[in-house]
């Protein structure tokens, strides 16, 4: 089953959020291959819930996929913050997946600590110039990652 690494900015969604939805829409994703992988995702599958660009840039939760790719509705309304004024009804070049809350880690598995794990030498997170909001992570860096909860 393939993983994922999620990241969105607390003050716009947080895993806080999720626990509380219990299910959501993740939306506004704006960067072709990052669609890319959301269109690739299946039911099922997990990922981890990572807050970014806040004091404490890291890993806090889980999170699983309950749908498969769908047009995302935040591209076609004008007062969103996602909102593409060249994409339409017909054509909506956007996607969105819905998830569901498993886990709000205790604390959060911070970027510093993430960088000094061996184990997660190649995490795409962690590649220079990577800023991908989605992105695939293996199952070695899966079983990494729940280690240093």
């Known amino acids: 089953m393939p993983y994922w690494l999620m990241k969105s900015e607390p003050d716009a969604f947080s895993v806080a959020t999720l626990q509380h939805r219990q299910r959501a829409c993740w939306d506004g994703v704006r960067n072709y291959q990052a669609r890319n992988f ?27 996929i309950v749908s498969g790719a769908y047009p995302d509705p935040s591209a076609l309304e004008p007062q969103s913050p996602y909102f593409d004024a060249k994409a339409g009804a017909e054509r909506n070049p956007w996607v969105a997946v819905d998830v569901e809350f498993v886990e709000a880690f205790g604390d959060v598995i911070e970027l510093m600590r993430l960088r000094s794990t061996p184990d997660l030498a190649q995490l795409p997170l962690l590649k220079k110039g990577n800023r ?16 240093l909860r």
């Open 38 to 64: 959301l269109r690739s995702m299946q039911p099922g599958e997990l990922f981890f819930f990572y807050h970014s660009s806040c004091p404490r840039p890291g890993i806090v939760g889980i999170g699983r």
């Open 132 to 147: 991908l909001s989605v992105m695939p992570i293996s199952a070695g860096e899966w079983a990494a990652v729940l280690a």
